[in-house]
């Protein structure tokens, strides 16, 4: 039996046995979408992430992937939202009955979050593979190794913006800036005794604090040393190697420059390329510390990314429930009804411009409670035409789950209090009973879980309007 | 009772257009055709009863008064309506047949005998493999017809199913139409709508005709001639003689209305239509065309 028979099998025994799982495409786009997803998982996992160095290049690797992985993504969805208003609309079949509703769009849901995490996948996979190649601990011991030798070979320039104060700071070794504290600039000298040196450390990474630090030559000589034979590893070549040479001329480019030589070279570097050992060095950071590259990797990613795909598959299942030209109005009413409320905000912030800067919240919950019910009352008022009250309900149903988000940021102006983990105390007359984390991730769940309750209740405000005789 | 209503009131405020129906019954087995010149209420009536459109009336789906709360969902379940627009089909046409049957509970192993039945009685297995842009409007028409029955809906509505079809397309339709009904395992009601006043009235056990939205007549077509004192004929003669026509009715005291190149003319009870017929071959007319529509709806459009 070959694939296409056996696809046809599957097809038809789904159409007889699972009608509704078969309307929505269930044995064609589920297969694609794993498919496509093991597919590309295996390019993240197979990709040789070892061995060192060159770390950076798999940045660039899995971005491209994932770049170009957004236009078939794209493609896709627009074959999928196609597919559903052909198969599962109500207006092309009308024998199809309103059932499931809701199921239907938690399956869109999932699809579309499927389809959108496509370019992502590859990522998740590589990540996973990480784990087993990657030695942490030996990076660890090298970035503090290469840290203490990066002293040597990189400096920037120490800028004074006025040249008679640089002049003057050059020849004191120090000045005062403009609130009279004692600025040292010293970042690079012998001490009085000339047998140590007083460097300021500092590296590539966030990860290094700066500060000035005294040690004995030799100290110094063993640091260079060391950093030339590590940091070949991680893209770190030199252009010298000799360390008493290094210091001498390290010690000469120590001084005050002014704003005019800020676009010159560093005061000094020795490094072949500052760009590519920066680069890899943070790349490993960021690899084995989950930061950034490997966002997949991390649920406060998938969090915000899952609304991209909530927000598709509400106006899927809107698009799926209503007429199309009821459609069509409803979106316009979800753009003119906020730009006429925009508008009228504008005038009002106008017209209180001299009031206390404190009412501006309660302006604006006035106006946002004037908006909702407005639309609400179209929406409801069975004086209006159907078609007119279904093109609000459907702006509703967007606006909903945003006004009350709304409503939570503008009351949380009101309240003008402080998280109850703000570091600024002094400053705080009375304080909220949860964290700022806490309160982003109400918000995010007011918008999240709103939109999904809202869904389901239009859903049946849909199914009433559609089957029930209509005033038309 | 598949259905019943009365006192169906329906206005639109912007057009003025009003329309009233004192009563209307759909008996298992019966079809209810309903005629009228356009825009007189036919589509707003069919809409009504498909449960499309609200109305102010008392109506009655299967014995059961429509009240505010009632499950329009259940209703339509047994409502099969066909509008003149036949929304479009997307895949193959067995494959929506096959869908129509999953969703209406038929189970899978009964599904291709259970189809192949209704595609055989109405003519079309050898098209169920086709799609929806390969076939005709008439036959587009009754794949309507058959996805419709696969559910055995109670109730039919059917707003100009005729319209757009050729003269034997119409015949093979309507007279599919009977068929169903004639089937015991369907119990099903049929109210259509039509401007092929002959050929529905054929086919109808009962007439409705609106005019300007309301109800002129409602009955059975034979109870026209009963209710009227006269008879009337629609002639056709050529072009030429058409005034002289028009002439000999005056000159007979006949009253007569024209429609176009034809000319409705009434008669009394005590006459017939040979008679008519005789005068007129003895007054040298060449007759094209010749009807009794003393039984048709017909004779109620140019009243």
Redesign the interface.
Known sequence: MNLKSMFNKVDHRMLEKYPNLWVLGVPIYVPILVLLHVIIMSIGFIYPLNPLPDFFRYKDFFENISITMILPTILLVVIFVIRQVKFNSKRVHLSLPYRYQFLVFLYFFGLLFGITSLPLSGNLAAYVKTNLTLDKDRFDKEHDVMADGFTHFFLEKSYIDDPEDCRIAEKQGYYFDDYNDRIGYTRYELNETKDSLIVYRHFVDYRYGSDLDTISLPQAYKEIETFISIAQRYEGGVTETDPVRIVEQNLKSDRFYTKGEKRVRPAFDYLESYQRFDNNINFHNKLLYKNSFFFAAEWEFWRAYAFLALALSILLIILCSVNIAEFGWGMLVVALHPTVFGIVAALTVFIFRDVNGDQGPWIGIILLSIFTLNALFFAFNKRFKPALRRAFAIACHIYLPLVAGGFMMLVEEVLDCCYVDSTYIENCDCFYPFTQTQYELTLMGTFFFGSILVTYLFGRYYKRQYTDPQIK | MIFSASNIHKQYPRSKFELSVPQIELSEGAIVGVVGENGNGKTTLLN?IA?????DGDLSYFGEPVGFDSD??DI??KIA?IPQRI??W??SLI?NL???A??DGIP?DD?DAYLDEILSFLGLMDYKHLKWTEISTGYRLRFELA??LIGKPNLLVLDEPLANLDINTQQKFLSDLKNILRDKSYSTAVILSSQQLHEIETVSDQMIFLRKGHSVFSGAVNDLETDHAQLVFEIQVELEDKKRLIDYLTENGLKYGTTGEYVQVSVDKSGSSNDFIAALIKENFTIKYYRNISKSTKRLFNQ
Request: aromatic share 12%.
């Open positions: 009504i449960g499309e459109l609200a109305a329009w969902t339509k379940t309506f929304p479009r997307y895949g494959q096959k869908l129509k999953a969703l899978p599904s996805r419709m």
